[in-house]
């Protein structure tokens, strides 16, 4: 029998593409008589630690030879000739909607994820009802699904999980793209500071630049507290994650990669929701900092700005609220 060849697209962003990652590795291990190839950018192509045999990543160069119209016809060019019997569209944007429509027009049975963009409009909309949105980890199985391939997500971390060590270990990520997902950094210094108070061992996650600098200073401001910020490769901030009790995080990517890690995230919400249909893969509501005002969520993605003003969403949650469910967290996997 002719092996079936599935091409699932996904080129960005970063989170949205580590949500796909425990997916696709269900789906390859349900269905090992299935080729899957992964279309993504080449950075996003580093979440997919050790793949099942199965799965192969291919890289979309969208700054280089995959750049503009004539790049997008190269690219098209070469996912003809690798003959794809099905396309997952888990993008759903102008480049992944042109690639699906030239592969249907060669045969190729194509299913689209439902982004159900009303959905997203109303749940912003404070006389919308607010009703919450459906998981895109779900979302990405139905896509599956509607190719023929139902899938049940696996709940085993994508990297191994090492022993705890005899201190207790606390990841903090404390950036976000846009200023409505990010606690106040003078709040979250606070957060540090009750953490490294309460004998735990910080690790400090961030990019290169001003979030290096700003977390190098924490660093040295308070005993117990590493930054590692802009130092390891993706992968290997994974990895490092891994190693960790529990991770704090924005709504943001790294939210995502403590997930994939097999941590357990406290998780702080300002203008956007879990209702957004975001929440990590593994993590629960309960696991959840947000305050619930009648303005959230203000947007499904975050905004550079805060529709009012006032950011009142972030300034509402206390830092010891977050070091509480640190230690809550904490003391109960300890005890697991």
């Known amino acids: ?167 207790p270990a606390v990841g903090i990520a404390p950036f976000a793209r846009y200023l409505t997902k990010t606690y106040p950094t003078e709040l979250m210094e606070q957060v540090v500071g009750l953490l490294s108070a309460r004998n735990y061992r910080v690790l400090l996650f961030g990019g290169k630049g001003p979030e290096s600098d700003t977390l190098g200073r924490w660093a040295d401001q308070y005993p117990n507290v590493t930054s590692i910020a802009g130092k390891l490769p993706l992968e290997d901030e994974i990895r490092t994650m891994a190693s960790l009790d529990a991770m704090v995080s924005m709504d943001s990517a790294n939210m995502h990669l403590a997930s994939l890690a097999g941590i357990p995230v406290v998780s702080v919400w300002g203008g956007t929701t879990p209702g957004c249909g975001f929440l990590g893969w593994r993590q629960t509501a309960d696991d959840t900092v947000c305050a619930g005002l009648k303005c959230q969520p203000c947007s499904v993605a975050g905004t550079p700005r805060c529709p009012l003003g006032t950011l009142d969403c972030l300034r509402a949650i206390a830092p010891e609220t977050i070091a509480d469910h640190v230690d809550t967290v904490i003391n109960r996997r300890r005890h697991e």
């Open 1 to 167: 029998m002719k092996q079936r060849r599935i091409l699932v697209i996904r080129l960005s962003a970063l989170g949205d593409v580590a949500m796909t990652v425990p997916v696709i590795y269900s789906l390859a291990r349900r269905y090992p008589e299935l080729s899957v190839t992964v279309l993504t950018r080449p950075f996003f192509a580093r979440l997919f630690i050790d793949p099942p045999a199965n799965v192969e990543l291919m890289a979309a160069d969208t700054k280089g030879r995959h750049h503009g119209s004539l790049g997008l016809m190269r690219l098209i060019r070469e996912l003809r000739h690798r003959r794809f019997d099905m396309v997952a569209d888990l993008h759903d944007l102008l480049r992944s909607r042109i690639i699906s429509t030239v592969l249907r027009a060669t045969g190729c049975r194509v299913a689209t994820v439902d982004k159900d963009r009303r959905g997203r409009r109303l749940i912003t909309d404070p006389d919308g009802g607010r009703r919450p949105q459906r998981s895109y980890l779900l979302r990405y199985a139905d896509t599956f699904a509607r190719l023929g391939y139902p899938v049940d997500i696996d709940t085993a971390p994508v990297v191994g999980t090492p022993e705890l060590s005899a201190i």
